[in-house]
């Protein structure tokens, strides 16, 4: 599967714990883009990168998250300390020059 | 501030029907507009992509349209099947010299009844 993927594709979690996500785009994809989804809700973007350097962040993503693309290959989503309002889906895409982004399965984070 | 959003929220309809879902956007100065399709619990699959300079797109049974002026674009399905049941999403894409980034709707969940 040459497609992006997400690990780990469901996260249960309590309330201040740390949790990390993986994102491996599709190969030379230079550009990521990280989006978060609630429930009945469109997805809402987080944060970009055009190879490692992370170009833009959203007003949603808070000091408690952090972002990486070490060598513009693979991201991390991190989330500190967790809280009940964080439960989503994190969803991860890639997209080459042209428009088109493409998305992986993304991850589900439950937070108790 | 670019905001978009999709009427009706949720619809139901009879195997067979052409159907049309509706988006509309308050920036007309888009860069392009694209369709997705969500399945429960999954991730998100393009369906069409329409430049800004085009009027519209069209994939087998979908056709989507693009009317920049009014800021609306809809998404035109004939003959549903029940495998069209899903979250129809449409999203405009952030100009070129920004990021690409999309702004979401908030989706048109689709269930065609047999």
């Known amino acids: 599967d040459t497609g992006v993927s997400q690990d780990p594709r469901h996260k249960i979690t309590k309330r201040g714990q740390n949790v990390t996500f993986r994102c491996d785009p599709i ?3 230079n550009r990521l883009y990280w989006y978060r989804q609630t429930l009945g809700q469109g997805p809402e973007f987080l944060t970009y990168f055009q190879n490692e350097a992370q170009l833009e962040k959203s007003r949603l993503l808070s000091d408690r998250f952090s972002a990486e693309r070490p060598k513009g290959s693979f991201s991390t989503l991190e989330i500190q300390r967790t809280e009940q309002g964080d439960s989503a ?6 997209r080459p020059r042209g428009d088109t982004q493409y998305f992986g399965p993304g991850t589900r984070l439950t937070v108790l | 501030k670019q905001e978009v959003t999709q009427i009706p929220a949720a619809l ?11 988006c509309s956007f308050t920036d007309s100065a888009i860069y392009n507009l694209q369709w997705f399709r969500q399945d429960p619990g999954k991730g998100l699959t393009s369906l069409l992509l329409i430049q800004s300079s085009q009027r519209e797109q069209t994939s087998g049974r979908l056709n989507a349209s693009l009317d920049k002026s009014s800021g609306r674009s809809t998404l035109y399905i004939a003959a549903s099947q029940p495998g069209d049941s899903a979250t129809y ?7 070129p010299g920004n990021t690409g980034k999309l ?3 908030q989706g048109t969940t689709l269930q065609v009844k047999p």
């Open chain 1, 27 to 29: 190969s030379e994809h």
């Open chain 1, 89 to 94: 889906m994190y969803l991860c895409a890639s």
């Open chain 2, 12 to 22: 139901s309809v009879p195997e067979g029907e052409n159907l049309v879902l509706n």
């Open chain 2, 89 to 95: 999403l449409c999203a405009v894409i952030d100009p």
């Open chain 2, 103 to 105: 702004i979401f709707g």
